[in-house]
DNA sequence: AACGATCACCAACTC
DNA sequence: GGTGATCGTT
């Protein structure tokens, strides 16, 4: 076997090994070479199914690997194999993975496995990052210089709103977010301006999408930049137009392994058959293996990102793709409980259109709880008791970060945070509202982008009047102008046009001096360490100093996030090396030792697993997500399912679902019903909370509280809305639970009240809830309240109608000052 | 040109 | 609840 060039020392089968890392697997693998099977250590303690999936090396394998049955433990060993067995260099592997976090997760498993030889594997990564190794090197074939930046969503929109503004649109009637979103779109389904369907292209825009589109991809050349669709479509270009470059990679990449197959998108299984399918193979002539050493894991029940084009189908049809194909089924789950299972493979079996697995586990553990489900009345409720069920586990001594909770959208997160702050609980916010997202770090980025790639327009505009310097906007169009008649960087266009007299002398002034500035910056580059020219930038450019004079309560988080933004700098070797990072990685594990409970969006959660999880939020129109329902229509809803199935099987041990009555959305609060969901949790693998133990306490604080009303009592009614949608055994006990408790613990005179807060005057049977929005559903009917009229709420108390919409009310209230809320929930004093 | 106040609109998630 | 856009003011 030949040694590649980019490869780093690593043992083959005829040079000598060197000392493996002392205790590797790798390192007894080797030593036990030789023997019986097992041969080798590292795949000692496998399934017979996970064996095959492993040493399945040669052909195309398909893995159907359920949640929690060793995929990521096939996938990281298979690569050891085919590295210890000597089959590729690990240069001559491609692995790909969706996310930083995958791939980084993959690369430290391997380590384990093969110690040193891990850094020898380049070409693991994710799609895109990938996608710019490709670029870097053939970039100049599809028009790009090596340097080329990578824009992310917000660039993307703001280019996009100027290109709608250039072209004399209304940008308000059409959204730049809404038109980048579209491309976006295009770009997952492999589509370039020519591609798209006449239908889409008239669709934006009194017909001038493809224009647009077009015009769109034009700015990004001359800005010598990509986005994120490119990052894919880009190589499938080369690759489709240079055949030598595609042959190059076809000799290079001997075994394939792609993650999550059920999420690719078909730009990515474009990329991945070009890569994949060797014509060679095709003739016959490769050996007679058929060549094609691709290896995909996956789980068609985990696929959540139809949405962003993922296409199921491409994990179905992988055996009509890759014919010969060996299907292999990973269902021994090693992670959750039997109850656990039970409920998300109950769940799951509503789905159509599956390829069918059944999770068994073989642990027999007599102390596991089934699947708990909570009600609470409103969401600041849902999240003192979750509150409070964590802090419980605290002190039987568990620990916070086996925890987590998850939720369907990330605004959800919000009142978790505040409970957990005044609780003083440690948690976490993984994947979150991103560090690179704030404010000052884009502004700082900003400023690094241009000094280091000048025709960086985008980031030029940015900053070029932040801190204030008196270059309004009638200056930067007038350069912008400029620039783009004579088809240049703004920053050279303002370099030339300080020399002129077009501008005004205090504006020419400030500008000149930030074009020398960077002038300045940029030759500083090569001679300075990138760290402290950094420092240098954001001193002289007086951003910081902007901040330092800024007496908001931020002020002094921001300037903390600057110093954080240069010591994460330390880690890349240079400038363009950390913009680089920053725009495909956009995570920061940071904290990542802290004891804290885990909060983040189920999304997000594929992949984890926790001894505990908690899943707030199961209200129809929240999960499954009202807007997956509209687009999505029947697989819209299988999707939700999907997700639901993820987040049950993270859990090892304790699942908490939870939902509400009661939500605030927008700003306005919406009655709500129990998630289908729920309904189809299996009976014998879950139990409805009794109230004692989750309701106990706090909500008699409640009860004598300003508003005096408890908030249970609705649920104690007989014209309680589940009744009639949910006739399962076990939500009837449900509703017994609450009754019981109801009665026993507040009687029914506050019940009486709350009925007709819930219902309004029309009574019960007068105006259904409807789901999702109650809002939607009865916005025809005229509110039955005056203006001036004085109303009670029972969160807000005492007020005095302000104004009427429909049956939106805006109150004043006495204590809470202005809000709007529905008149349902309102009656008069 | 800068600033503060008010308003409209939005909020799945990843690279 | 937060943000970006817009308007009126200096």
Known sequence: MAKPDDDIPFFGDEEPRPAPASGGIAARAMAARGA?????????????????????????????AGAGTGKTRVLTTRIAHIISTGRAWPSQILAVTFTNKAAREMKERIGFLVGQAVEGMPWLGTFHSIGVKLLRRHGELVGLRSDFTILDTDDVIRLVKQLIRAEGLDDKRWPARQFAHMIDGWKNKGLGPADIPEGDARAFANGKGRELYTAYQERLKTLNACDFGDLLLHPIRVFREHPDVLKEYHAKFRYILVDEYQDTNTAQYMWLRLLAQRPEAARGKDGGTGGVNICCVGDDDQSIYGWRGADVDNILRFEKDFPGARVIRLERNYRSTAHILGAAGHLIANNEGRLGKTLFTESEDPDAEPVNVHAAWDSEEEARAVGEEIEQLERDGHSLSDMA????????????EDRFVTLGLNYRVVGGPRFYERLEIRDAMAYLRVVAQPSDDLAFERIVNTPKRGLGEATVRQVHDYARARDMPMLQAAGELVQTDEIKAKPRKSLGDVVSDFRRWRDLMDSTKHTDLAEQILEESGYTEMWQNDRSAEAPGRLENLKELI???????????????IALVMDTDRNEQMDAVNLMTLHSAKGLEFETVFLPGWEEGLFPHQ???????????????????????????????????NRRIHGMWQSTLPSRFLDELPEDHVSVAEMETSYGGYGRNHSGGPYGTSRFDRMGTSADPFTNAYETPGWKRAQKNR???????????????????????????????????????????????SLGER?????????????????KLTIDFDKAGRKRVLDGFVERT
Do not use: C
Not at 39 to 58: F, H, K, R, S, W
Not at 567 to 581: G, I, V
């Open 791 to 807: 109303v009670f709420h029972m969160k807000f108390g005492n007020g005095n109608i302000a104004a009427i919409e429909g049956n």
């Open 739 to 785: 009754t019981d408790a109801t009665r026993t613990n507040w009687g029914t005179r506050s019940g009486h009240a709350v009925e007709r807060i819930a219902y309004g005057e029309s009574g019960p049977a007068g105006r259904t809830i409807e789901g999702e929005l109650v809002a939607k559903s009865t916005s025809d009917t005229p509110s039955e309240f």
């Open 627 to 661: 807007r997956a329902l509209d687009e999505g229509g029947r697989s819209g809803l299988e999707e939700e399912r999907r997700l639901a199935y993820v987040g049950l099987t993270r859990a090892k041990r304790r699942v908490h679902v939870w939902f509400v009555s």
């Open 36 to 64: 019986d099977r097992p041969a080798v250590a590292y795949l000692d303690g496998l399934n017979p199914e996970q064996t095959e999936a492993i040493e399945t090396i040669e052909g195309p394998v398909l893995v159907l």
């Open 405 to 416: 909770i998850l939720v369907r959208a990330s605004f959800q997160m919000r009142e978790f």
């Open 567 to 581: 010591r994460s700098m330390e880690e890349f070797e240079s400038l363009p090396a950390f913009l680089e990072h």
